[in-house]
């Protein structure tokens, strides 16, 4: 994880109760399922264990397995994006929507149409990130871009006229200290600047 990250996040931790509420809900949530998930794996071992004592082995495997695929695709790690938007596309696709149709059916499908934003690290990698087709209007090639964990919509790091807020993804001019949809105070390079003085 890059020095860069690791400071936003330090950073909004101490000075966004949001934020650091949220990350202590995610943490909870994830440390209840790897304690349930690795007790019921024990439990198991122990029952192998009266019937073959070597299988105890292939539970330990399997635990640290599960640890391993839970860590991963938690919203701890699984959504981190540190990185410049290097290409941006359009993908349309079929949605299902709940709700009534003519027919008096319950779900509809509806076309939509996604921005895909193709992020590339520093260290070589990249990732996609579909939103809807408003940020467009946020986002461009060559902007620096951070998803924290845990957060809904990414944030520009780049100077513009339009922020967006990770919180509730509203899209709102920069000369606004505080998002007008839920509150949260603005976060984008120049805030990010004034936390760390």
């Known amino acids: 994880m890059k020095e860069e990250y690791k400071r936003i996040r330090r950073e909004l931790f101490a000075h966004s109760p949001r ?88 779900f509809r499908m509806t076309q939509n149409t996604f921005s895909v934003f193709t992020i590339s690290s520093d260290d070589g990698n990249t990732q996609e990130i579909e939103l809807n087709v408003q940020y467009e209007k946020v986002f461009k090639k060559g902007d620096r871009i951070i998803r924290l964990s845990g957060m809904k919509h990414p944030v520009d790091l780049t100077p513009e006229e339009l922020l967006i807020c990770p919180f509730c993804g509203n899209i709102f001019p920069t000369e606004n200290q505080d998002c007008i949809e839920c509150g949260e105070p603005a976060l984008n390079a120049r805030a990010i600047q004034n936390i760390e003085r």
Do not use: C, H, W
């Open 19 to 106: 934020f650091k509420k949220l990350q202590s809900k995610i943490f909870f949530r994830f440390a209840i399922k790897v304690i349930l998930l690795e007790l019921l794996i024990a439990a198991f071992a122990v029952g192998a264990f009266s019937l073959a004592p070597t299988s105890v082995y292939a539970f330990i495997i399997i635990g640290i397995a599960v640890l391993y695929y839970l860590t991963k695709a938690s919203k701890l790690i699984g959504t981190r994006v540190l990185g410049t938007v290097t290409d941006i596309n359009r993908i349309t696709r079929n949605v299902t929507r709940s709700g009534m149709n003519q027919r008096g059916g319950t």
